[in-house]
């Protein structure tokens, strides 16, 4: 199975902060990256398909970058309601698998 | 508006069996392959199953290989995940979530989930 390792595993921010977060896998797995935001009680959701790519409806302070093991996910201004966990997850092979996670918290 | 309703999470024995249901709206449910997804407490997401849009073809994780089995109703809009042999290691809340379509398994809407826990 493909690992997938986030960093980090968590951190602080204020509302207003850049926030990057970075997911590498254990092989190669093209642009096959997708980044999700994990919030208790709610349904999760997909920020970012093929790497890069902006899901329907997510705001354009959401970007993603990368490709072959190397992927990030950028908040360009981190709002109140981006506090979050947000998870990456390889759909390159077989079983998928997910990051362990990096939850962003309020400082 | 897609919208993924989980039902069926429960306290179960060890050993015990359950059946999960996901009812399903504001797409065109037979045109899509559906997921069951996992996330155990202080554990990352893991995902648990599969299966086509017409039912044709299922996987599964090896973790649940041969105690869960995966279906549909393409006539009722549910997805329905039995699970069998249940384990402490079982415990979880599960998701469904709507494959979207393109090249590989990406998960583009999910429900809030059900919370399964097998204790004694």
């Known amino acids: 199975d493909i690992q997938m390792t986030q960093s980090p595993s968590s951190l602080s921010a204020f509302v207003g902060d850049r926030v990057t977060v970075t997911c590498r896998a254990s092989q190669t797995i093209s642009s096959y990256l997708n980044w999700y935001q994990l919030k208790p009680g709610s349904a999760p959701k997909l920020l970012i398909y093929a790497a890069s790519s902006l899901h329907s409806g997510v705001p354009s302070r959401f970007s993603g970058s990368g490709s072959g093991t190397h992927f990030t996910l950028t908040i360009s201004s981190l709002q109140p309601e981006d506090f979050a966990s947000y998870y990456c997850q390889q759909s390159y092979s077989s079983p998928v698998t997910f990051g362990q996670g990096t939850k962003v918290e309020i400082k | 508006e897609v919208q993924l309703v989980e039902s069926g999470g429960a306290v179960v024995q060890p050993g015990g069996s359950l059946r999960l249901s996901c009812a399903a709206s504001g797409f065109s449910f037979d045109d899509y392959s559906m997921h069951w997804i996992r996330q155990s407490p202080g554990k990352p997401l893991e995902w648990v199953s599969f299966?086509?849009?017409?039912?044709?073809?299922?996987d599964y994780a090896d973790s649940v290989k041969g105690r869960f089995t995966i279906s549909r109703d393409n006539s009722k809009n549910s997805l329905h995940l039995e699970m069998k042999s249940l384990s402490t290691e079982d415990t979880a809340l599960y998701y469904c979530?709507?494959?979207?379509?393109?090249?590989?398994?990406?998960?583009?809407?999910w429900g809030q989930g059900t919370l399964v826990t097998v204790s004694s």
């Open positions: 979530a709507k494959d979207d379509g393109r090249d590989g398994n990406n998960f583009d809407y």
């Open positions: 299966i086509t849009w017409g039912g044709s073809r299922t």
